[in-house]
């Protein structure tokens, strides 16, 4: 069993930053691809980027390259998401995961999910 809780949320002005974190109880961390989706109202939960167990391998959605980087502290049981640049449409749920694969898109390969963390951009 992976608990996840999300922090960081918050209001920011469009072009501004903002950085996430999610903290991991579990005692096998480097067992899981740690993901970051994001859910708009009225609109499907979609992925943002993920990392793989070691960080060697990462993957980003195509409309945040370049201004999302994603990272994890194996030691603290911990994963990032910087946000820099950031738009209006970039306003979501942000939702941390870990799946036992090699850094899946797809929600359903994520077994477990934290409780999410608003991101509010406004223009």
């Known amino acids: 069993q992976v608990q996840l809780v999300e922090s960081g949320g918050g209001l920011v002005q469009a072009g501004g930053s903002l950085g996430l974190s999610c903290a991991a109880s579990t005692r096998t961390f480097t067992h899981y691809s740690m993901a970051w989706f994001r859910q708009a109202p009225g609109k499907e939960r979609e992925f943002v980027a993920s990392v793989s167990w070691s960080a060697d391998i990462t993957d980003y959605l195509d409309s945040v390259k370049g201004r999302f980087t994603i990272s994890r502290d194996n030691a603290k049981n911990m994963v990032f998401l910087q946000m820099n640049s950031l738009k209006t449409e970039d306003t979501a749920v942000y939702y941390c995961?870990?799946?036992?694969?090699?850094?899946?898109?797809?929600?359903?390969?994520?077994?477990?999910w934290g409780q999410g963390t608003q991101v509010t951009v406004s223009s």
């Open positions: 995961a870990a799946s036992p694969l090699v850094v899946p898109r797809t929600r359903f390969q994520y077994d477990y």
